[in-house]
């Protein structure tokens, strides 16, 4: 990620509502959430202002949105928000990895891959 990529990404998340909606999609895993369960999610956000913002996190390439039916889907854009990490510990430790330690222990989640039969 290049320096202008990341200052757009953070000038999107530095507003409380589009960093708890980026959350709540990163939470919602590559299947998203339709803009509806959004705002129901965010207190009942009102469509104009939820759109606002959507299209904030969109425009900045940190979510992306997909048709379903009637509805619109959005979902976090996991390579942007790795590249944003990266981007931001790109030369934290220069030869010393016990300075980023804590910093990657942060990163390290429950999470593990599904095994396939």
Known sequence: MDED????????????????????????????????????????????????HLTHLEHAGLIQSRRDGRFVIYSAVFPALSGLIGFLMQDCCQGHPEICAPAVAALDCACTPSQRA
């Open 5 to 52: 990529k990341a200052l757009a990404a953070f000038a999107a998340l530095s507003q409380e509502t589009r960093m708890r909606t980026l959350r709540l999609l990163v939470q919602a895993g590559p299947e998203g959430m339709a803009a509806g369960a959004i705002g129901e999610a965010l207190g009942g956000a009102t469509t104009s202002r939820l759109s606002f």
